[in-house]
């Protein structure tokens, strides 16, 4: 090989590599110089941060693929899903209900114990708007346990466990409750309460967190606080139930929710509406209250053009977010999942975290970036 082949070769690897690293905006992002990465990333492990950064790439014909880039991804890591649990748990609220003839997102139902009629729909967009507890677990009662964890390996969307609701007095109880469906006043379907396996014990790596906790009686205990029971939703099989509802086309059809394509569009509209346009105080909660990646940090209106398709989390000192974000005016879109831990003082439950210092100030900054990135 001549000398003149050898420098051209040379040439080609160092512009292919530059080209690598330019594009690669997540590795770019996370070498920021702005205080609110840096802090995070000087101690990134103590953060316990995951990241997965998705590029939408579209063919001459609109077909969808993907290019992900992870940062310190490992669903062996554990950390609390928190309310992301509620985003299959809204899905296949809907994939039930499209298994029962006369029946639409409108459809009344009522739990055992509460004579109100409730509305999937209005539960729903509770479950996006302000990411309501009690909500979420009136939708899960309709499904149960059992359900939601068979229906996520169908899908390929494991590992996943749901062992607890988020709301009521015995949060683990495996008796899910009866459900009544209604047409025009009339029953037209009953769900008994049904006995759901009992929960073992996570064995992954993090279930055992901090150096103390505060018990129910708000009495100092010193030892690592136990998740090993709790709910188990790894980062990436987050952010593939994201992709599955944005883009189904992209996925066999086993690996698809079973959903109505009028159902699809209210479970986007869902996830995109603002609490002010969902009936709620919109100085209580503001644009940003449930859209930590871009405004998580501040309570500026969202701009119009800007629609973000998500749901968040936040428990136990744990931030997740899990987004799709679009900005038709700039021609813009990417998908987005994070999870950030902050705990300064390793005690849960004494209600001491530093999520307005450290997690949103990094989650909204990391989208942020990452947009004016994909703007350029």
Known sequence: MSSITKIFSLLILVFIFSCSSYRNHLKNVLNSTNPKIKGVMDNAKQHELQIIYTEIIRDKNGKVSFKDYTYNLNTTNYFYPASTIKLPIAILALEKLNTIDNTSVNTEFSIEGNNEKLKFADEISKVFAVSDNVASTNLFEFIGFD?????????????????????GVDPRNPLVKSTTLFKEDQVLIEFPSKLNQ????????????????????????????DFSKRNYYPLQSLHSTLKRIVFPEAFKEEERFKITENDRQFLLYSMQNLPKNAGYNSTEYYD???????FGDTQ??????????????????TMIDCAYIVDAENKIEFMLSATIIANNNGIFNDNVYEYDTVSLPFLAELGRQLYERNKR
Do not use: D, W
């Not at 100092?220 to 606080?225: D, L, Q, R, Y």
């Not at 500026?300 to 000192?317: R, T």
């Open 198 to 225: 009992e929960v073992t014990a996570l064995k992954l790596s993090g279930t055992h967190k901090g150096i103390g906790y505060l018990n129910g009686e708000g009495k100092m205990v010193n030892e690592s606080f």
């Open 147 to 167: 359900y939601i964890n068979q229906k996520m390996i169908e899908k390929g969307l494991s590992p996943f466990r749901m062992s607890h609701r988020l709301s």
């Open 300 to 317: 500026e209106n969202i701009p119009p053009s800007i629609k973000i398709y998500n749901k968040v989390g936040n428990a136990y000192g």
């Open 288 to 294: 940003g209250y449930c859209k930590f990646l871009m």
